[in-house]
């Protein structure tokens, strides 16, 4: 299903979820009524923009940068999904196969180095770019160590 559909669906339901609970348009009875809004929420923003993200955020609109280190956080998970599947595959056809083909599983497993070599230099990049359109007070998104995680990985193919 698409993001977009299923996006719609959750709205749709929760939009006839509030319509339920409002009924007659009485809400007092409901945790948290007549109390001021919770705008430490965003504790990380600088004080002048938590309204305003309050806002944007309840009427599902953000900026760029925003969307940007939302798509950078989602290409960081499946970069590091990637490479553990990777390792735990490389890992059992080594322990588990033939000479010839663990010889064809280390000569791949050498090439898929090079591409996430590769991919996070791609990454960092456009995390750097990202770091430059942001807000001042607004926190760095973190680059990653390329070997760190290339280590990481041929541990796990070790073990």
Not at 2 to 15: C, I, L, T
Not at 36 to 64: C, N, Q, Y
Request: proline residues 3%; hydrophobic residues 35%; glycine residues 6%.
């Amino acid at each position: 299903m698409p993001r977009d559909a299923w996006s719609n669906r959750w709205k749709q339901r929760v939009d006839r979820q509030i319509a339920d609970v409002i009924g007659d348009g009485d809400v007092s009875h409901l945790p948290g009524a007549g109390e001021k809004l919770d705008l430490d929420a965003d504790s990380g923003a600088p004080a002048e923009w938590r309204t305003a993200f309050k806002i944007m955020r309840d009427h599902d609109v953000m900026p760029e940068w925003i969307a940007v280190g939302k798509e950078s956080e989602t290409r960081e998970a499946d970069l590091r999904r990637q490479i553990d599947e990777r390792a735990r595959r490389y890992r059992r056809d080594k322990h588990g196969a033939d000479a010839r083909r663990a010889a064809r599983g280390d000569a791949s497993w050498q090439r898929c180095i090079e591409a996430w070599r590769e991919r996070i230099e791609r990454f960092n990049r456009d995390v750097l770019l990202h770091n430059l359109k942001l807000p001042a007070g607004i926190r760095r998104r973190r680059t990653l160590d390329a070997e760190a995680l290339i280590r990481r990985a041929a541990r796990e193919v070790d073990a």
